[in-house]
């Protein structure tokens, strides 16, 4: 089976940390771009970052500088850390797999999307 699975969300106070991972099964991640994405109730679907790759990386400004996304493709794995957290950055995360690095930046357009994972920042 084909897909992918995020984790690693939850609540956390304003100022916190949290570090999402995103597993890939079925398929390797190696030659893929990634991205990690969320959507807050009401509101659109947001791009957060995206890693290409060969190792480009892309962030949105409303988290650049406190967001840090890296892959580990030995373990087939994607990871989001999360730093400086602020209450507008709740939402369900989502972890996306495509095969052009422009497209997954430019419109979120991908081949796989893990169910997603909830993110609540709140004291």
């Known amino acids: 089976q084909l897909q992918l699975v995020e984790s690693g969300g939850g609540l956390v106070q304003p100022g916190g940390s949290l570090r999402l991972s995103c597993a890939a099964s079925?398929?390797?991640?190696?030659?893929?771009?990634i991205g990690w994405f969320r959507q807050a109730p009401g509101k659109e679907r947001e791009g957060v970052s995206c890693?290409?790759?060969?190792?480009?990386?892309y962030y949105s400004d409303s988290v650049k500088g406190r967001f840090t996304i890296s892959r580990d493709n030995a373990k087939n794995m994607v990871y989001l850390q999360m730093n400086s957290l602020k209450p507008e950055d709740s939402a369900v995360y989502y972890c996306?797999?495509?095969?052009?690095?422009?497209?997954?930046?430019?419109?979120?357009?991908?081949?796989?999307w893990g169910p997603g994972t909830q993110v609540t920042v709140s004291s």
């Open positions: 996306v797999a495509g095969d052009s690095y422009r497209a997954l930046v430019a419109s979120g357009v991908g081949r796989y």
């Open positions: 079925g398929f390797t991640l190696d030659n893929l771009a």
């Open positions: 890693i290409s790759w060969s190792d480009i990386t």
